[in-house]
């Protein structure tokens, strides 16, 4: 049905709404944002950017647009892990209004609905907590489609031109909408979506120069660095270099922790799917051929980390939104007495069935008897929801007992996606196993800098004034940590004519030197280890956010002079 011309007036309850759910976004990407150590993939680029900041000549990555953002950001407020993450955290909060720009043919409800749902999705949560492009490229050119729409020139190029700055990620999202709107450019006819015949040459040049000005004034950081623009040219080379690696090893495990983190959107999604394409719903089905899109070219793409298939969010939460709305559209209920009851069923029992097999896959020393009475508690109170849900359908009533069903799967399916929102924004216990990025998590740094600034201060007087070598050692995550002492260095090799007062070096590496050393082992990163993990392990790390993990260890040698009672030979 073509309901473009719905009216684009926000209502005052409307604009509450949104005003509630902006600040919801806010809070669950900006809480704890600088609390968090950078991991190397982070580091990396923030390195780049405080170089850039100091106005030192530094070889940028692709992502132009976050690294003179943060520059800018470092410049004014200094170096820090909020500063690094400030500029996607905001950009991703932004993504909840992105809803307002497609909502003549979604529906007043929906695009609510959706809002609300890309607030609380986790890897949308998880992509605006990440310090790089992803969040800017993403916002960006959906921004730019949405005003392009709605012929708004101005905007839509600031919005693209932001986008072409956001690295290599944005190559697989103009990709996805060239093919997207090649499909199906005859249904965006019906719909009148994306059509230019009421633009005018003056109009699209003003689009154009825009989005060049755009794109120009952000990779040059305002003209002072010009080869900023130069990254542009490398993000387009890296996507190239991406396409046909499929993720090898980690493309099973990563999908199979995305499908957990979006399970209850991907359920609706699904129903939702289903129930458009029979009844030839011709947004569902564009929605529909989007998350198609994204999916294959997630997968034909490089992987690190479940957050690299943030570009099927926005379609799989539309999908998911759509059918919401359909569900709470039929309140009326015949018997309340039966949806109660099959509503308290569904969610009691299954939370007894999952109870007992968190039992089973956490206790290893379960004799053999109590096993076989984990699985009968596991398996049972499944049995026993089918057999009671049959016959509250068959003796009472089958639609009451139905929207019963789905009321308490919807809210199972809430606490689910709550649980995964809470932790993909670094609200959990155990942030080190989260698999945003797949990079280590430093969750050495607060030891390993302690003994550091101690040292230092015992030493010279200052937290930061000692001098320490890196040997051996390429690990953004240590540099960027270290970032703010004095007399750091790094070496590929250790020279024996030299003693500084710090050596760091990695676990396999022995100093010979004519001065002294004692060392200190420290865990610096560890990552879940997804080639030993079993099902039980997914188990529980779908639930508790426990894995057997890789580990990255240092050693930190300090010279013997430096503590009381020692002198050098």
């Not at 999908?255 to 983190?261: K, N, T």
């Not at 800098?449 to 201060?457: F, G, K, L, P, V």
């Not at 779908?542 to 890789?550: I, L």
């Given at each position: 049905m073509n309901n473009h011309k719905t009216s684009t007036v926000i209502s005052p309850p409307y604009t509450l709404a949104y005003t509630v759910i902006l600040l919801i976004a806010v809070g669950l990407r900006f809480a704890l944002l600088g609390s968090h150590p950078l991991n190397d993939h982070e580091a990396k680029l923030a390195l780049q950017a405080l170089a850039l900041g100091r106005g030192q000549d530094v070889l940028l990555a692709g992502e132009p647009g976050y690294l003179a953002l943060t520059a800018a950001n470092f410049f004014v407020f200094g170096a820090s892990n909020f500063m690094a993450r400030a500029w996607p955290a905001l950009i991703g909060s932004l993504a909840v209004l992105l809803p307002l720009l497609f909502r003549p043919w979604l529906g007043r409800e929906t695009s609510l609905l959706l809002a609300f749902f890309i607030a609380m999705d986790p890897i949308l949560i998880g992509t605006s907590r990440i310090a790089d492009g992803s969040a800017l490229a993403m916002v960006g050119l959906i921004g730019g489609t949405g005003f392009l729409i709605m012929k708004k020139p101005v905007l839509s190029g600031i919005c693209l031109g932001a986008a072409l700055t956001g690295g290599s990620q944005i190559w697989i999202g103009v990709l996805m909408l060239t093919v997207f709107v090649a499909i199906g450019r005859q249904t965006l006819a019906r719909l009148s979506i994306l059509s230019t015949g009421g633009w005018t040459k003056r109009e699209w040049m003003t689009t154009a120069i825009t989005t060049a000005v755009t794109l120009i004034v952000i990779s040059t950081l305002f003209f002072t660095n010009p080869v900023g623009i130069s990254a542009v040219g490398s993000s387009?080379?890296?996507?190239?270099?991406?396409?046909?690696?499929?993720?090898?090893?980690?493309?099973?495990?990563?999908?199979?922790?995305?499908?957990?983190?979006?399970?209850?959107?991907?359920?609706?999604?699904?129903?939702?799917?289903?129930?458009?394409?029979?009844?030839?719903?011709?947004?569902?089905?564009?929605?529909?051929?989007?998350?198609?899109?994204?999916?294959?070219?997630?997968?034909?793409?490089?992987?690190?980390?479940?957050?690299?298939?943030?570009?099927?969010?926005?379609?799989?939460?539309?999908?998911?939104?759509?059918?919401?709305?359909?569900?709470?559209?039929?309140?009326?209920?015949?018997?309340?007495?039966?949806?109660?009851?099959?509503?308290?069923?569904?969610?009691?029992?299954?939370?007894?069935?999952?109870?007992?097999?968190?039992?089973?896959?956490?206790?290893?020393?379960?004799?053999?008897?109590?096993?076989?009475?984990?699985?009968?508690?596991?398996?049972?109170?499944?049995?026993?929801?089918?057999?009671?849900?049959?016959?509250?359908?068959?003796?009472?009533?089958?639609?009451?007992?139905?929207?019963?069903?789905?009321?308490?799967?919807?809210?199972?399916?809430?606490?689910?996606?709550?649980?995964?929102?809470?932790?993909?924004?670094?609200?959990?216990?155990?942030?080190?196993?989260?698999?945003?990025?797949?990079?280590?998590?430093?969750?050495?740094?607060?030891?390993?800098?302690?003994?550091?600034?101690?040292?230092?201060?015992?030493?010279?007087?200052?937290?930061?004034?000692?001098?320490?070598?890196?040997?051996?050692?390429?690990?953004?995550?240590?540099?960027?940590?270290?970032?703010?002492?004095?007399?750091?260095?790094?070496?590929?090799?250790?020279?024996?004519?030299?003693?500084?007062?710090?050596?760091?070096?990695?676990?396999?590496?022995?100093?010979?030197?004519?001065?002294?050393?004692?060392?200190?082992?420290?865990?610096?990163?560890?990552?879940?280890?997804?080639?030993?993990?079993?099902?039980?392990?997914?188990?529980?790390?779908?639930?508790?956010?426990?894995?057997?993990?890789?580990?990255?260890?240092?050693?930190?040698?300090?010279?013997?002079?430096?503590?009381?009672?020692?002198?050098?030979?």
């Open positions: 387009l080379a890296d996507f190239f270099a991406s396409l046909g690696d499929i993720g090898g090893a980690q493309l099973p495990a990563m999908g199979a922790a995305w499908l957990w983190m979006e399970l209850p959107v991907f359920v609706l999604a699904m129903w939702a799917l289903v129930d458009g394409l029979l009844r030839k719903d011709e947004v569902t089905r564009l929605l529909g051929l989007w998350w198609g899109l994204a999916l294959v070219l997630a997968l034909v793409t490089s992987m690190n980390g479940v957050d690299h298939f943030y570009w099927l969010a926005f379609p799989l939460l539309g999908l998911a939104a759509k059918q919401t709305g359909a569900l709470f559209r039929q309140r009326s209920i015949e018997n309340r007495l039966v949806f109660i009851s099959e509503l308290v069923l569904v969610v009691a029992l299954t939370v007894f069935s999952i109870m007992n097999l968190m039992a089973l896959v956490n206790n290893v020393y379960l004799t053999g008897e109590e096993t076989r009475n984990r699985i009968i508690g596991t398996l049972l109170p499944i049995i026993l929801l089918i057999v009671l849900t049959i016959l509250l359908s068959w003796g009472w009533s089958t639609s009451s007992a139905r929207k019963g069903f789905i009321a308490g799967m919807l809210v199972l399916f809430t606490l689910v996606g709550l649980s995964n929102s809470w932790k993909a924004a670094g609200l959990g216990s155990r942030t080190q196993y989260e698999l945003g990025i797949y990079e280590g998590y430093p969750i050495g740094q607060a030891p390993l800098m302690a003994t550091i600034t101690d040292i230092s201060r015992w030493n010279t007087g200052y937290e930061k004034r000692i001098d320490i070598l890196l040997v051996g050692v390429d690990i953004p995550s240590l540099e960027w940590a270290l970032r703010d002492f004095e007399r750091l260095s790094k070496e590929s090799g250790y020279n024996p004519n030299l003693s500084p007062s710090l050596i760091l070096t990695g676990i396999d590496q022995n100093i010979s030197s004519s001065a002294s050393y004692r060392g200190q082992k420290f865990l610096w990163t560890v990552k879940p280890d997804l080639a030993v993990m079993q099902f039980n392990d997914w188990i529980k790390w779908a639930f508790f956010r426990t894995a057997p993990v890789e580990q990255t260890e240092l050693i930190l040698w300090a010279r013997n002079d430096l503590f009381p009672g020692n002198a050098t030979p």
